[in-house]
Structure formats: C-alpha cells, structure tokens
C-alpha cells in the first residue's frame, strides 16, 4: 500500500465517521422525542410509522438522487447526504422508542401514576429507564445500517469510504473497492460491539 | 366528622356497560372496608376512582369531604397509599428506592428517608441489612408483596387502598401477610379500603363487607352479620366457606 492511499483511507474514513456521526446525531435527536410524543398522541402512530416504513422501502441510491433537486436540502454534497441518512435511521430509532416506552409493565406505570409521579416523573424515571435498552438497540441497529448506507453518499458528491468504491468500480479495481469497504466494515463492526455494550449497562425492561 | 372516603350514588360506564351502578357507601376513619365480589363486579373501578385513576361517569367520590375531581390529583394520591396484584414495583429500582419513592417525590431529606425506609421494612419484617439493597427480581412474591405494602405506608397516608394485594400467594404466604396486615392495622389505626373475591379474606380483615354484584351494593354488613345475609349473591360466596354445604 502507498503512503498516499494510507492517507487516503484515513482522510476519508474520518469524513466517513463525520458523516454517520451527524446523521445519527440528528437521528437521535428527532426519533426519540417524536416516539416520546406518539406514545402520547395513538392515532398518530399509524402515519408517522408508515412514513418512516416508506422512507425505508425506498432504494438508497434512489433516495440520494431524489434530493438532489429538491430546494434547500438537496443539492450535490454533504448536506444532501446527510438528509437521506437521517431519513434512513429514524425508523429503528422511533419505532424502538415506541416500542421500548409501551411494552413497560401497565401495572408499573398505574402504579407510578397511583404513587402521585407527574407525567414528567413519570416519563424521566420510569419509562425511558425501563426502555433505554430497547431504544439503544434502535440506535445500534441505525447506526449500522447507515455506516453501510453512507457509502452510497460519494455517488451525489458527499465523501466518505464510498469515494473508494465508486473509484474501483468505474475503473475495476478491487483494491480500490476494498479500501472502501473494509474500513467501512470494521467501523460498523466496532460501533456494533460498543453500542451493544453500553445497551447492556441498562436494565431490561 | 366528614368520612375519609364516601361515595355519592356513582356510576361508571364505559362503551355502553354500566360497570358501577348507583353505588353509595360511607367508609368510616380508622375502618377497614373490604369490597368483595366476583371478578368482573366493579371492584377496581371503584377503588380507582378513590385515588382519581377513574372519574366517575355520574355521582362523586368525597374524599375528606371534597369531590375527587376538585382535588389536584398529584396531591390526593400523595397522600394515598395504593397496593396492588404483583406490587407493581419498580424493576430498575432497589428495594429501598421502591419504598422511598413517595418521600422523595414529596422533597424528604435523604437521611430521613432511609430511616423511614429502614424502620417500614423492619415492620413489614424485610430486615433491610439483607433487603435493602436487592432488586424487585430478587425477591419472592410474598417479599415483593411486603415491599409494596411499606411502600404504600412511606409517606405515612391517612388512607390505604388494597387491590388483591395477596392474590398471586400461595396460601401459606398469603395467610402470612393476612395476619401483618391486622398487625399492622392494630399498630397505625389506617383507613384502608380493600378489594378481594376471596370471602375467607373478607371475613378475617373487614370491620365491614361491602359486597359487589353486577356493579351494585348488594350487601353492606359487618363480618358476623354477613355470615347471616340473605341476598343470592351473599349465600353464593358463603357457600364457598363450607364446600359441603353448597348447593350441588
Ligand atoms: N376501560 C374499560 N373498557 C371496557 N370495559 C372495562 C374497562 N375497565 C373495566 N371494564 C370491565 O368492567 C368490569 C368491571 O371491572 P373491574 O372493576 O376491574 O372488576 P373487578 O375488579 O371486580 O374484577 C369488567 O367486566 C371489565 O371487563
Ligand atoms: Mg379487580
């Protein structure tokens, strides 16, 4: 291996590790709260699931493509993939997020409502204690999916491992496209093992 | 003196069924009144609309002279312990979390909680140097049963409600708890209201029976008067007393 390619792969696994940590970031950030809010709000459950379903059966090399010319998100580059990432990762987080707060005991969440716990209490010392583990194993799971997914995002100019493989693919090169895919491989390896670690620092429900 | 608890003729209907129908009742301070009936007679409904889990559909439920729902609910329930089936613990909280979450709900200085918390599970006989520290999974029914009843007890409530609380025993358990919870009544004189199908129960905790059919008072006596009521219902469960003696 050159010492150019070594740069390389370094360079753009770190853009590769930017790319999937503000995806998730954003993933997160939106998933929970939204699943927060349906455990609240049953007859909304349907859509917002149903969209996330959608979002999820559609390629992802056609999703980069349709945000392309969309205003304001789309465009070619980093921002665009970002966009189609979190859209792929809010799924398992918001329906872990769901499923994690309504499978809590129904006689444990009467019991803190009979015990006099806000709806605030409720929710900070009940439920997401007793969902963590099922939430963080969405975040495992999305986290996964979308280092994988993220190597797509070279295809609209968004960087990253797939930068690689793209590169041997138009030129047949297999070590090009191992550069690509291994890094990728053992960050999605290394981000399962930990995640499933802190996930079991948590109590099952 | 305004009864600690007193239903005002209250009904409940949920989908088209009257679940509670027209019930009234007074529970005296210091009394342990026992709803008894067969599963599916309103009981619980009629519990939980002490401690405003329910609003009554019609009628009100006066707790210290004042209607349920004029009360804050977070207040009222504060200030009513509530056991039920299988404690309904907390699992990610130690024994001694479980029983001094109402005390530190209600701002309880640390240290004060862990000597209230120490004192009740020495009463509930769970000597906190071996229970303390150990999780709901840790414990057998009857000591998670023990752990919900000091829980009920933490904040000191005037007012106790008891949904089956022994229902999941075994029977040697079960008679065990029977027996704290008349010790425990003798020693803190609480108002309690408590559900149970089993008229045996009834019979050995009540200083009155109330007894449910069909979502109505059919009977409201003390113990040695029920073993003499009349009504249908009544004899249904007395026959239970003496298998012999029920109809074939
Ligand atoms: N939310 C509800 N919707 C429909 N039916 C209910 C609801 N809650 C209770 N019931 C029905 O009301 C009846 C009385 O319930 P409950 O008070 O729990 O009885 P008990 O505690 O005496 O067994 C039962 O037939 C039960 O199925
Ligand atoms: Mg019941």
Known sequence: MTPDLAREILDLTAEHLVLVGVAMAIAVAVAIPAGILLTRRAPLQRWVIGFANVMQTVPSLALFGFLIPLPFIGGIGKHTAIVALVLYALLPVLRNTLTGILGVDPAVRESAVAMGMTGRQLLFEVELPLAARTILAGVRVATVTTIGTATIAAAIGGGGLGVFIFRGLASVDSTLILAGALPAALIALAADGGLGWVEKKFSPA | ?248
């Open chain 2, 1 to 248: 003196m305004t009864p600690p608890v007193s239903f005002r003729n209250v009904s409940y209907r949920v989908g088209g069924k009257d679940i509670l129908r027209d019930f009234s009742l007074d529970v005296a301070a210091g009394e342990t009144i026992v709803l008894l009936g067969r599963s599916g007679s309103g009981k619980t409904t009629a519990l939980k609309m002490v401690n405003a889990l329910l609003r009554p559909s019609a009628g009100e439920v006066m707790v210290d002279g004042r209607p349920t729902t004029s009360w804050d609910p977070i207040r009222l329930r504060r200030r009513i312990g509530y056991v039920i089936q299988e404690a309904g613990l907390f699992p990610h909280v130690t024994v001694e979390g479980n029983v001094g979450l109402v005390p530190r709900l209600e701002g309880t200085p640390a240290a004060a909680i862990r000597t209230r918390v120490h004192a009740l599970l020495d009463q509930v006989g769970l000597p906190p140097a071996q229970f303390a520290a150990r999780y709901p999974r840790e414990l057998s029914g009857g000591q998670r049963q023990r752990v919900g009843v000091a829980r009920a007890l933490a904040a000191d409530p005037p007012l106790l409600l008891f949904d089956e609380p022994f229902g999941a025993l075994d029977p040697v358990t079960r008679v065990e708890l029977q027996r704290q919870f008349l010790e425990l009544r003798r020693r803190l004189g609480k108002t309690a209201i408590f559900v149970t199908h089993d008229v045996r129960e009834a019979l050995l905790v009540a200083t009155r029976i109330a007894l449910l059919h069909e979502g109505r008072l059919a009977v409201l006596a003390a113990p040695a008067d029920f073993l003499r009521a009349r009504g249908e219902e009544a004899r249904a469960f007395l026959a239970c007393l003496d298998p012999q003696a029920a109809p074939p």
